[in-house]
């Protein structure tokens, strides 16, 4: 079954029509995208830089990780609900662009690895600090996390310039 026809519904939708056809109205949500990528994605590398011992070594991980969970979080929602809106608004030509596909890919991937990682390392920041040194899968996690991330933003930057070489 392909799923071009439920892409082809949702970009008919009014809402997507309407987000399509205004002067106003995607631009500022693609404003709020970015800005909550550059909220999100940039607490996310706080976190994997200090897991890495590149970049805050003075301050507990747990507090690096504790004090951003609330940024992540906000900058998290604004960019699944502006890329819902935006995906929905030009759903029918993301549907034939292998940039967007790869994208959603790295977006499961980045989903896996925060399933996998969650309790050994993000949720357990507590045990990291206590640690002579930060422990190989914290090193390991993070590392994946900067090239899923950077995976990513990469291919959402990318599925703009398909349009003009299809």
């Known amino acids: 079954m392909s799923l071009l026809p439920i892409f082809q519904w949702i970009n ?25 990528m550059a909220l999100f994605g940039g607490m996310i590398l706080m976190t994997d830089m200090r897991l890495l011992g590149l970049v805050m070594r003075e301050i507990p991980v747990s507090d690096v990780v504790n004090q951003l969970r609330v940024w992540k ?5 604004l960019v699944i609900a502006c890329g819902i809106m935006l995906a ?23 989903v896996i690895h925060a399933l996998v990682f969650r309790g050994p390392v993000y949720n357990n920041a507590a045990a990291i600090d206590r640690a ?30 398909y349009e003009g070489y299809h």
């Open 132 to 161: 002579a040194k930060v422990p190989t899968i914290a090193k390991v996690a993070a590392c994946i996390s900067v090239v899923l991330w950077v995976g990513m933003v990469s291919m959402g930057r990318l599925i703009a310039y």
């Open 73 to 77: 979080r906000l900058g998290g929602a």
């Open 12 to 36: 008919d939708t009014g809402a997507a029509t309407y987000l399509r056809e205004s002067s106003w109205t995607y631009p500022v949500v693609m404003a709020s995208h970015l800005t909550g």
């Open 88 to 110: 929905s608004a030009k759903a029918e030509s993301y549907y034939h662009n292998p940039f967007f596909w790869t994208k959603m890919a790295f977006l499961m991937l980045i």
